[in-house]
């Protein structure tokens, strides 16, 4: 841990003369507009007017009028173009203690213009007050500090901790402490926070500029979720923090432009015994060695890596390791990541515990782009029972695993070698469902042979011009292309002057999956029986 001789007042009060309230790096808001929040890069004269002003880099794009120049004086250097503004002190509020904040939440009566605002609109478009029941019984519980058990401070201005002892003594009982998007920049205020406050378990910070300096911050050994987004917290910071919390359970660090995991004085992340969820959602980890940093915490039970740059993932070797890596992981979400490879799918069955996975909007789940359908993830991981979100029940992996079968019967024509390379799965499965090749041969056939290749589907027009019309059953060969089946659309449904669309829907996927290609067969793009193929129109 880092420490400091230079200890702060959390009593302190912001002092009234405008000359030395605001200091440069200091935040604010905008007075009466707490979510406008920025940082004070400038305090001084500006060229051409009088007195003192205060020079604000703004959080959010378009808030400001400028780039840090006034006139072609340049007084600073800005986010962007249009993020900086120079205001008087009068307008700006270098922020309120926590209890203050809490009274106003929680105590302030509600004004006029709030409960016009409560609403509902009548038949005839007209507003209808409302009053919600039970609300002065729900008022008065909130209003009783020592029995809240969760509070909720967000955005309002809170920059300061206060007296620890008056908040320990108001919030004996909070547990739960929302403070996003507030003015605390400093890791000693927030330790003094969570130190007044002895019952606290959960603690978010999103959207607070926290200090990459950490200093004087103490044994949070209450602390379970900690929520850090948008803060610019990155691991090296999350390192520092470490020793300070030893039971934490849940880390929250999306949006924090994360590129690295950098361990201190390791190859791999060691220590967080009982971290059980890490959230990196929204960051820039383009490569999964960077993961794997993080494969030795033995608790580590869910990562969230949604929106990143990924591009590829493997299982690490167990060499040098001290325990079996990723032991006890069972959810892993690669959502909106650059994935394209069957090889990175393939090896999640190496993860010991891995069922419950995330891969929509990826190359490899794109079928517009030459990734695959559903149905080929649910065959190739065989411990998957949750698949973006959506639960395989048996019937969906035994249908799935059937169709995959005969996917690859149809369309492989080399070695035994290359389609083990490239299914890895499939003699298992091949043997398991006890299904024979059924490829096209050159031997006899007879009804008993045609009818063993025939697949009973169901077609259903969705087309907006088609009318309503019943679903049909059909029974029809494997080897029926796309083509084919349009125009037997079109002659079943009678669609005078209609050019049918087809779109495979299968159990479990949000969105049914278009049959593009009309040289393709049925058994090719892996349709089995009991499908149902959506007929609709060109748009």
């Not at 008087?88 to 302030?108: C, D, K």
């Not at 969230?304 to 590829?312: D, G, K, P, T, V």
């Not at 789940?365 to 029940?393: C, M, T, W, Y």
Request: proline content about 6%.
């Amino acid at each position: 841990m880092q420490a400091t001789s230079n200890s702060r007042d959390p009593t302190r009060q912001p002092t009234p003369d405008p000359g030395s309230t605001f200091r440069v790096g200091q935040r604010v808001h905008f007075i009466g507009q707490p979510r406008r929040i920025g940082t004070v890069k400038y305090v001084g004269p500006v060229e051409g007017y009088s007195g003192i002003w205060i020079g604000v880099d703004w959080d959010a794009d378009g808030e400001g009028k400028h780039d840090g120049s006034h006139n072609g004086v340049s007084y600073f250097t800005a986010r962007g173009s249009d993020t900086a503004s120079f205001v008087r002190s009068h307008n700006l509020s270098p922020g309120v203690a926590l209890l203050e904040a809490l009274e106003t939440r929680y105590r302030t009566a509600s004004t006029k213009e709030e409960e016009d605002e409560m609403y509902v609109l009548s038949t005839r478009n007209k507003r209808v007050s409302v009053e919600l029941l039970g609300k002065h019984k729900i008022e008065d519980k909130v209003s009783r500090f020592e029995e809240l058990t969760s509070a909720s401070l967000s955005y309002l201005g809170v920059s300061f901790p206060g007296s620890p002892d008056h908040v320990s003594s108001t919030l004996p009982s909070l547990k739960e402490l929302d403070l996003s998007g507030n003015l605390l920049a400093n890791w000693e205020d927030i330790g003094i926070i969570c130190e007044g406050l002895p019952a606290l378990t959960a603690l978010n910070l999103s959207n607070n500029a926290i200090s990459p300096d950490i200093f004087n911050v103490p044994q949070l050994s209450n602390i379970r979720v900690l929520v850090l987004n948008q803060t610019g917290v990155i691991w090296k910071q999350v390192e520092v923090l470490k020793d300070s919390l030893p039971y934490v359970e849940e880390l929250h660090l999306m949006g924090n432009n994360l590129r690295e995991i950098t361990p201190v004085s390791s190859t791999v992340v060691q220590g967080f015994n009982f971290l059980r969820l890490l959230n990196l959602e929204n960051n820039c980890i383009s490569a999964w060695d960077e993961i794997v940093k993080l494969s030795q915490l033995r608790s580590l039970d869910q990562i969230f890596l949604n929106n990143n740059n990924l591009n590829h993932v493997w299982y690490p070797d167990f060499g040098g390791l001290d325990e079996v890596p990723f032991k006890s992981l069972s959810g892993l979400f690669l959502g909106s990541n650059n994935i394209e490879d069957l090889d990175s799918v393939d090896s999640l069955n190496s993860f010991p515990k891995l069922m419950d996975i995330r891969l929509s909007e990826n190359p490899v789940a794109d079928h517009g782009k030459g990734g695959v359908p559903r149905f080929v993830f649910i065959a190739r991981l065989a411990k998957v029972q949750i698949l973006n979100g959506s639960e395989i029940s048996p019937r969906e992996r035994k249908e799935s695993e059937i169709r995959y079968v005969r996917l690859v019967m149809s369309k492989s024509h080399g070695s035994s070698e290359e389609i083990r390379r490239l299914h890895p799965r499939f003699a298992e499965l091949k043997e398991f469902h006890g299904l024979e090749d059924e490829r096209p041969s050159t031997g006899a056939s007879g009804p008993q042979k045609m009818a063993s290749g025939l697949i009973s589907i169901s077609l259903k027009c969705v087309g907006a011009s088609m009318g309503e019309k019943p679903p049909l059953l059909k029974k029809l060969p494997g080897t029926t292309t796309v083509g084919k089946l349009k125009n037997l659309c079109v002659s079943f449904f009678k669609l005078k002057s209609i050019k049918p669309v087809l779109f495979l829907q299968e159990e479990g996927s949000p969105l049914p999956t278009l049959l593009e290609d009309d040289m393709e067969s049925l058994i090719e793009l892996g349709v089995g029986n009991q499908s149902t193929i959506l007929v609709d129109e060109r748009p």
